[in-house]
């Protein structure tokens, strides 16, 4: 067992196991996955993240592969929105500092999976000052605070990874277009053209789109696609 974190007693080994096996039944998915269960679950995701799992591979395995098994049911990850929004997400964005390549891409790709699901529940717009927290607001700080400084980082690391990632912003740019004006005070939209090749293994169909939106976005300064 590891010692409680952030307040949650976690035996790991037994819990994260048996909560594997339930998620593939889908009469014992509902009575075992409960609220408890997964900020469980978003905490020893915190633990990997902050190399507390280092030497335990196998356990660092399952755990994402329980992550993962939440992630594919639609109705859990609406069930517990509240949750996953504001402990499990945080948790898997920190993977992505992770020295593995697989646990960064498992990482990005379990947070992409759970978020692209949700995307219809959510109202995406800048939370009002004073404004009870809520799973919406919730994903929108993670989004501009947590992921969208990472991204230059995430779009040039190992495949598949910039290839999900494109997806991903693809997919939060049609959410709420006003993104792109974020993404204009960053690197993200030069890195975007730089794939916009031909040969270009990262030029997919979600580069094209996004391509697409700047230029025909009027608010941003075309000079940057020059430059």
Do not use: W
């Not at 408890?36 to 507390?52: H, P, R, Y």
């Not at 090749?197 to 025909?216: C, T």
């Amino acid at each position: 067992a590891l010692p409680a974190t952030a307040g949650v007693d976690i035996t790991v080994s037994p819990f994260v196991t048996v909560l594997l096996d339930v998620m593939k039944s889908s009469v014992l998915r509902p009575r075992v996955l409960t609220r408890k269960a997964v900020t469980q679950l978003s905490v020893m995701i915190g633990c990997m993240a902050s190399g507390k799992l280092v030497h335990c591979e196998d356990l660092s395995r399952v755990i994402l592969l329980a992550a993962e098994a939440v992630s594919q049911h639609v109705s859990l990850l609406e069930q517990f929105a509240a949750e996953i929004t504001s402990n499990m997400f945080p948790a898997l964005l920190s993977l992505m500092d992770a020295p593995e390549g697989d646990t960064r891409f498992m990482g990005l790709k379990i947070f992409t999976d759970s978020l692209l699901s949700l995307l219809h529940t959510l109202h995406l717009v800048p939370p009002k000052k004073g404004a009870p927290h809520t799973p919406s607001s919730q994903v929108y700080q993670i989004i501009v605070h947590d992921l969208f400084p990472r991204y230059d980082s995430i779009l040039v690391d190992k495949d598949p990874i910039p290839l999900y990632a494109l997806k991903l912003l693809s997919s939060l740019v049609d959410a709420y277009p006003p993104f792109l004006q974020l993404l204009e005070k960053t690197a993200l939209i030069g890195r975007l053209f730089s794939f916009f090749e031909l040969d270009h293994p990262n030029n997919n169909v979600h580069n094209v789109k996004l391509i697409r939106y700047v230029v025909e976005c009027k608010t941003i300064d075309k000079r940057i696609v020059y430059e």
